[in-house]
């Protein structure tokens, strides 16, 4: 029993989560968790299910494996076993989790929190998935799913094409990039939506660059654009481009 209590006691701490908060989670009492904590009694099977579907970790693991051990980490070796997989694991980030992202795109922790999926199209790599929201980027609708690459840094960008941008200001948002090789500290975006103006972003509000390499949209989700609003938006964006590329020369 002191294995399971004392991988509660882990798995609370490591979320920074009080006695009372987890016992929240759980629907059980604080007082009840304490004792859980303090091996004064011993969790349900209800319990153990309802942990094992929050940290993702198997009901025999909890019970038997110090998943808190500074000798084998159980979270380390997952993650190990994740990047020696041929297949690739693409973290999906929903809309819903976009503010949470912010905070937490860095942490390791909360990337490993994130529902993956694999696609067989797709290569072995490293990818991250994005849900749109927003009409800013017709006819690619919103509610899409942008599959991606990370690119490192400024010098990766390829110019007018399509990227997620994780910025400090603008938040998660999915947009043509265009950059001025004279002025490096700063890039374009451009929406396919003639009606969203481009406007320029500063490299160092610039936290995370996934450039796009496949697009998941429902069935019945695509936009019906007419034949007149199609060729309105061409040339607009002819216009768009036309007037960048002045910028970028002077």
């Known amino acids: 029993m002191s294995v399971v209590c004392r991988n509660l006691k882990f798995l609370r701490k490591q979320k920074g989560w009080t006695q009372q908060e987890f016992a929240d989670k759980l629907g059980i009492k604080r007082s009840l968790l304490g004792a859980y ?9 209800e319990v153990l299910e309802l ?7 198997s009901i025999d693991d909890l019970l038997r494996r110090d998943v808190g ?16 997989n041929d297949r690739q694991q693409i973290e999906f980030v929903p809309v819903k989790a976009a503010a949470g992202y912010l905070a937490g795109y860095n942490d390791d ?10 696609l067989p199209m797709m290569g072995a790599g ?49 947009k043509r990039v265009l950059k ?18 481009p406007y320029a972003v500063g ?15 429902k069935t019945g989700q695509q936009s ?16 768009q481009v036309s007037m960048l590329k002045k910028r970028i020369k002077d």
């Open 180 to 197: 001025s090789n004279r002025t490096k500290g700063k890039i374009t975006l451009m929406s396919d939506n003639p009606q969203y103006e």
């Open 51 to 57: 942990v094992s579907d929050m940290f993702r970790i």
């Open 69 to 84: 051990s500074q000798k084998e980490s159980f979270l380390e070796k997952r993650r190990q076993q994740k990047m020696a």
């Open 224 to 239: 019906r654009l007419s034949v007149n609003h199609l060729a309105d938006m061409v040339s607009h964006l002819q216009d």
């Open 109 to 118: 922790e909360f990337i490993e929190e994130l529902n993956t999926f694999t």
């Open 126 to 174: 490293s990818y991250r998935a994005f849900e749109i929201a927003g009409d800013s980027m017709l006819p690619t609708p919103s509610g899409s799913v942008i599959v991606c690459h990370k690119v490192d840094g400024w010098e990766e960008i390829r110019n007018n094409e399509a990227y997620i941008v994780v910025t400090s200001r603008e938040g998660i948002v999915y």
């Open 203 to 217: 490299m160092e509000e610039v936290l995370e660059l996934w450039q796009s390499d496949a697009v998941i949209s």
């Open 37 to 45: 904590e303090e091996e004064r009694a011993e969790p349900r099977t």
